[in-house]
């Protein structure tokens, strides 16, 4: 099994509801978002997936939510929290990844320094 990590961010603000009193006032963050995929076998090149090719796919995803008021995106449900954003940035890069025998096995999305959600996709997705 090889695993990839890819690393980026993005700057968007929220408000989270029946959390913390703090939280429920509009707030932002630079997110920093961890990615990993994995696979069984490598390409032809001897990689499971080329970075660029990979970092291309979680740059068009995170772009969708950069510098946005992510409350306003329904598939949130009105409560944006770490762990939704993780479970989102998943499922839509394992639309990108369908057919390729590449699967996601991780999302961290770090709202600050010292905290951080990390979604596991069952089975891998």
Same mark, same amino acid.
């Given at each position: 099994? *090889?695993?990839?990590? =890819?690393?980026?961010?993005?700057?968007?603000?929220? /408000?989270?509801?029946? =959390?913390?009193? /703090?939280? $429920?006032? #509009?707030?932002?963050?630079?997110?920093?978002?961890?990615?990993?995929?994995?696979? $069984?076998?490598?390409?032809?090149?001897?990689?499971?997936?080329?970075?660029?090719?990979?970092? /291309?796919?979680?740059?068009?995803?995170?772009?969708?939510?950069?510098?946005?008021?992510?409350?306003?995106?329904? =598939? *949130?449900?009105?409560?944006?929290?770490?762990?939704?954003?993780?479970?989102?940035?998943?499922?839509?890069?394992?639309?990108? #990844?369908?057919?390729?025998?590449?699967?996601?096995?991780?999302?961290?999305?770090?709202?600050?320094?010292?905290?951080?959600?990390?979604?596991?996709?069952?089975?891998?997705?």
């Amino acid at each position: 099994m *090889f695993e990839l990590k =890819v690393v980026t961010g993005f700057a968007a603000a929220h /408000q989270l509801k029946m =959390v913390a009193e /703090q939280c $429920e006032n #509009l707030h932002g963050h630079n997110w920093k978002v961890e990615v990993c995929v994995a696979g $069984e076998k490598l390409n032809p090149a001897g990689v499971l997936l080329d970075f660029g090719v990979l970092k /291309q796919y979680v740059r068009n995803i995170v772009e969708r939510l950069d510098h946005t008021f992510l409350n306003e995106f329904d =598939v *949130f449900e009105g409560n944006p929290s770490s762990e939704k954003i993780a479970v989102y940035i998943a499922e839509a890069l394992e639309e990108k #990844l369908k057919g390729s025998g590449i699967r996601v096995s991780r999302v961290t999305t770090w709202e600050s320094e010292n905290a951080c959600a990390t979604y596991l996709p069952p089975n891998g997705s």
